[in-house]
């Protein structure tokens, strides 16, 4: 069982940065591939940024390519999403999720193949 707790939304004027992270519980933190998604209202949740259990592969969508950078702390059982330039269409609430990986460079992409899930962090951008 992993719980994770995002931290460090908030409102932010355009153009702007914001860093949210989400703290994991348990040992094997590592053996997880991580995620961000987020869900905006009257919109579907989607995939903003996803990183290996490793670290050293990452994918974003291209809405976000450029200015957001996903991280992660495997020691700290932490994973980052670093959000610079940020937009008006970037408010949305933003959850973390835990996919228990198979191998240590793969990533995920669909919400439906990640095991656990935060409760969100509001970010909102003001215009």
């Known amino acids: 069982q992993v719980q994770l707790i995002e931290s460090g939304g908030g409102l932010v004027q355009a153009g702007g940065s914001l860093r949210v992270s989400c703290a994991a519980s348990?040992?094997?933190?590592?053996?997880?591939?991580m995620g961000w998604f987020r869900q905006a209202p009257g919109k579907e949740r989607e995939l903003v940024a996803t990183?290996?259990?490793?670290?050293?592969?990452?994918y974003y969508a291209d809405s976000v390519k450029g200015r957001f950078t996903i991280s992660r702390d495997n020691a700290k059982n932490t994973v980052y999403l670093q959000m610079n330039s940020l937009k008006p269409e970037d408010t949305a609430v933003y959850y973390c999720?835990?996919?228990?990986?198979?191998?240590?460079?793969?990533?995920?992409?669909?919400?439906?193949?990640?095991?656990?899930w935060g409760q969100g962090t509001q970010v909102a951008v003001s215009s």
């Open positions: 348990g040992r094997t933190f590592s053996s997880y591939a």
């Open positions: 999720a835990a996919k228990l990986a198979s191998y240590s460079g793969t990533y995920y992409f669909r919400g439906g193949q990640y095991d656990y």
């Open positions: 990183i290996s259990m490793s670290g050293r592969s990452t």
